[in-house]
């Protein structure tokens, strides 16, 4: 969650905004590593393979609210 004052400006409230998105980014991509470790230890570990599904669903919905939010092209 970003806090800021009701008087900050744009540019520094984006780049508050920005600055969470890469940490959120950063330990979204750290905890997939870690599952994907779990799943080369024990392949029929369903609990992994339903939290590894989660953690991308999480970071894909996060990545969408960073671009609508920043309005950003979305375009591939």
């Known amino acids: ?3 800021y004052k009701e008087d ?3 540019a520094s409230i ?3 905004v920005k600055s969470a998105y890469d940490w959120a ?3 979204f ?3 997939g590593k870690r599952y994907e470790e779990a799943l080369k230890i024990k392949l029929n570990f369903y609990e992994v393979v339903l939290a590894l599904g989660q953690q991308q669903f999480e970071q894909v919905k996060l990545s969408w609210y ?3 939010g920043t309005e950003s ?3 591939l």
């Open 1 to 3: 969650m970003v806090y």
């Open 8 to 10: 900050s400006s744009r």
């Open 14 to 16: 984006i780049e508050q």
């Open 25 to 27: 980014q950063e330990e």
């Open 29 to 31: 991509t750290k905890a």
């Open 66 to 68: 960073y671009a609508d």
């Open 73 to 75: 092209d979305l375009e």
